[in-house]
């Protein structure tokens, strides 16, 4: 079966600092791949997504960036956070072909930057 | 474009009582798919259930079942003999276009009363 890990859980970073998220998926391979970012009682916002090794789209333009160094690796980095990067950051990955695909999601990692 | 709408922010039903959440949809498309994502208080994503548009009989897992209308463009959730661990953010989400990204609605916040 696969399985999606994220970390760090929880993160409380002050504001200029940089930013590391790590999302790996186990079980599967060449999955699609995807950050979403999450604001308290808030809908879900699309970051990036992925559907190869170093192929990476943007959604939102802002001072994130994210890389895919492996197969199933994501990652989500800051070079200096913002007040306003705070929320929840959510990866998922993808599987199904056409309109039949489904996204299945990790824990998530509630960022707080101070 | 493709648009998702879930119209009611906030929801409350009696323990062991019927609720039903609401999702209407924009789309040009004549085959989709329709999900519904729960996301309790831990935070993580879980999938509910799932509607092929071409499938006229209506999805049903346990206690959840849709109630969908094509021609309406409307795929409402109903939760059977509601429990406490309902208690949780539902949202709406549509795959119609084959670009392996959902359409999301702004979620249901769902209160269950004991």
């Known amino acids: 079966s696969q399985t999606i890990h994220q970390w760090p859980a929880t993160l409380v970073q002050p504001v200029g600092s940089p930013l590391s998220l790590e999302c790996t998926v186990e079980?599967?391979?060449?999955?699609?791949l995807y950050w979403y970012r999450q604001a308290a009682g808030r809908g879900l916002q699309l970051l990036f997504y992925?559907?190869?090794?170093?192929?990476i789209s943007s959604e939102v333009p802002q001072n994130l960036s994210a890389s895919r160094p492996q197969d199933r690796q994501f990652i989500l980095s800051s070079k200096k956070l913002l007040l306003s990067d705070s929320g929840f950051y959510l990866c998922?990955?993808?599987?199904?072909?056409?309109?039949?695909?489904?996204?299945?999601f990790g824990p998530g990692t509630r960022l707080t930057v101070t | 474009a493709q648009t998702v709408t879930q119209s009611q922010p906030e929801m409350s039903v009696q323990e062991a009582e019927t609720v039903t959440l609401s999702c209407t949809y924009d789309?040009?498309?004549?085959?989709?798919?329709l999900f519904w994502y729960k996301q309790p208080p831990s935070r993580q994503m879980i999938l509910v259930i799932r509607?092929?548009?071409?499938k006229q009989q209506n999805a049903t897992e346990n206690r959840f079942s849709v109630n969908f209308q094509k021609a309406a463009k409307s795929f409402s959730l109903k939760i059977s003999d509601s429990q406490l661990g309902d208690a949780a953010m539902y949202f709406c989400?549509?795959?119609?276009?084959?670009?392996?990204?959902?359409?999301w609605g702004a979620g249901t916040k769902l209160i269950i009363k004991p």
């Open positions: 992925s559907v190869g090794i170093g192929q």
């Open positions: 509607q092929e548009a071409y």
């Open positions: 079980g599967t391979s060449n999955p699609n």
């Open positions: 998922a990955w993808g599987r199904g072909q056409g309109i039949s695909y489904e996204q299945y």
């Open positions: 989400a549509y795959n119609g276009d084959s670009n392996y990204q959902l359409i």
């Open positions: 789309t040009s498309e004549s085959d989709y798919y």
